[in-house]
T-cell receptor
């Protein structure tokens, strides 16, 4: 079946512009994560959606970042008034939870470059 | 203290050697543990999961878990150049969320 998809794959924008990044999770997966990864660095947790629960927004670096998940499926990460330090790869992962935990399936990422 | 800590590396081993990757975690109620591999420029992919104390083997990979010591490791036997990647440890807790370590970069030299 289809894996996690993300769009766009690459985005170049000018400082101060808003961007929207999209994630289509695997059908049936109840959990969805957004991460940011700068070159040579680890995964920086941004936000976590689980079913109908309130999202865990504890990783969002500033109020310029927001995310929503519509209908428990597609998610959009929005960055307002982009800054050069926002340049990174943004990864989305979806998962389902069994009695023993969860396996995350990652999308290919969106590479964001803010000029 | 970070929730999940890994040796920062980089780790370099010769081809055919055993590579040992380590991970410690702070939350005692952590439930399950995962190792992901991330090739340069690619997304992470799951290679091993472990839930019970002891060893779990899958081909050349062995995961080891010691909950009393809050320690999980990944051994790669007969390391190959194709194993060169960053290895990420992830811990899933009863809070219903996974947390990743920063990863250890492994280079296997021919």
């Amino acid at each position: 079946g289809a894996g996690v998809s993300q769009s766009p794959s690459n985005k170049v924008t000018e400082k101060g512009k808003d961007v929207e990044l999209r994630c289509d999770p695997i059908s049936g997966h109840t959990a969805l994560y957004w991460y940011r990864q700068s070159l040579g660095q680890g995964l920086e947790f941004l936000i976590y959606f689980q079913g109908n629960s309130a999202p865990d927004k504890s990783g969002l670096p500033s109020d310029r970042f927001s995310a929503e998940r519509t209908g428990g499926s597609v998610s959009t990460l929005t960055i307002q008034r982009t800054q050069q330090e926002d340049s990174a790869v943004y990864l989305c992962a979806s998962s389902w939870t069994s009695g023993e935990g969860e396996t995350q399936y990652f999308g290919p990422g969106t590479r964001l470059l803010v000029l | 203290q970070k929730e999940v800590e890994q040796n920062s590396g980089p780790l370099s081993v010769p081809e055919g050697a055993i590579a040992s990757l380590n991970c410690t975690y702070s939350d005692r109620v952590s439930q399950s543990f995962f190792w992901y591999r991330q090739y340069s420029g690619k997304s992470p992919e799951l290679i091993m999961s472990i839930y019970s104390n002891g060893d779990k083997e899958d081909g050349r990979f062995t995961a080891q878990l010691n909950k009393a010591s809050q320690y999980v490791s990944l051994l790669i036997r007969d390391s190959q150049p194709s194993d060169s990647a960053t290895y990420l440890c992830a811990v899933y807790t009863n809070a219903g969320k996974s947390t990743f370590g920063d990863g250890t970069t492994l280079t296997v030299k021919p």
